[in-house]
């Protein structure tokens, strides 16, 4: 079997699998149950997007460890455990900040984000004293930071702009790599990066961005005829596409860059002819950033 046979049917399948979870996202949401009440304590489970934030959780772990590959591909040890807990928990919060009183206080993230560092600090102290201290808790930081503040990111944008604008980001992100792969590969012959990442040409950058272009003008125009009641004006959806996609090649040659000096051509293993969770999640990663400010913008 051929590699782009194998992307085409891992590819294809991931989407119909992500396809429902976006739907069962949306329909939580539009039903009328907020949140699920267990025992006679009135314990309750919020589940607007619960959905999404469980898959939060199970990629930053599955991320976590490829990351953990890496550093250990540059002789870094860093904690399996403590670290990966810090990730999730800073990775879910705006998931779970919905369940207190007005978001918690503004606050709440960096307290979180100095907690988890405080972590790194206990465990690096109690198993290992001084020896690497600095690079231990450095690349344990950038874990954190890479994985789950970027990770919160992603999920703000869900809980913030709502579902339809999630998979608008999600789809832009995704178009710009299928769209580069494919022009790339019939005419691309002037490198981005040669020493990053061989594969990727200017060509293919161009052609990514105006199909992510189409697909974002596409996906508005059919929330409209939908009634949805959520839109965007067609400029401003290419526009988006555009930046956010251009960010999401640059965040691709950013992992390039770890998986260069650890020595390794992908991640991982685990998403098949993709490569590791890693190389399926380097683009949405640090393009999200962006794409909050400008829907916020908008």
């Known amino acids: 079997m051929t590699s782009m046979l194998k992307r085409t049917i891992v590819g294809s399948v991931l989407i119909v699998l992500v396809g429902c979870l976006f739907w069962l996202d949306w329909w939580l949401e539009q039903s009328s149950m ?58 879910t919060l705006p998931f779970w900040r919905q369940t207190l009183s007005g978001g918690g206080p503004a606050s709440l993230p960096y307290v979180v984000l100095a907690a988890a560092l405080l972590i ?82 200017w060509e293919g950058l161009i052609g990514g961005l105006i199909f992510a272009a189409v697909v974002a003008i596409g996906f508005v125009s059919v929330m409209e005829q939908w009634g949805s009641g959520w839109r965007i004006g067609f400029a401003a959806a290419a526009c988006f596409a555009v930046v956010v996609g251009l960010f999401g090649q640059v965040a691709d040659l950013c992992e390039s860059t770890l998986k260069r000096d650890a020595g390794l051509k992908d991640a991982g293993t685990s998403a098949g002819p993709f490569g590791g969770v890693l190389d399926m999640l380097d683009s949405p990663l640090l393009s999200a950033p962006v794409a909050y400010i400008i829907l916020s913008l908008l």
């Open 120 to 201: 790194l600090f206990a465990d690096q102290i109690i198993h290992h004293g001084t020896d690497g201290a600095i690079r231990r808790v450095g690349v344990g930081l950038l874990a954190i930071c890479y994985l789950g503040v970027c990770g919160a990111v992603i999920l703000d944008i869900r809980m913030q702009f709502g579902v339809h604008a999630f998979v608008l980001f999600l789809l832009v992100v995704k178009a710009t790599d299928i769209g580069a792969y494919f022009t790339g590969s019939a005419i691309g012959r002037h490198k981005m990066s040669p020493r990053l990442s061989p594969g990727k040409s």
């Open 34 to 91: 907020p949140a699920l009440s267990f025992g006679a304590g009135g314990v309750s489970i919020v589940l607007r997007g619960l959905p999404l934030a469980v898959l939060v959780m199970l990629l930053v772990s599955a991320g976590y460890l490829e990351l953990s590959r890496l550093s250990a591909g540059v002789g870094v040890s860093i904690s399996r455990f403590s670290g990966m807990v810090c990730a999730i928990m800073v990775g």
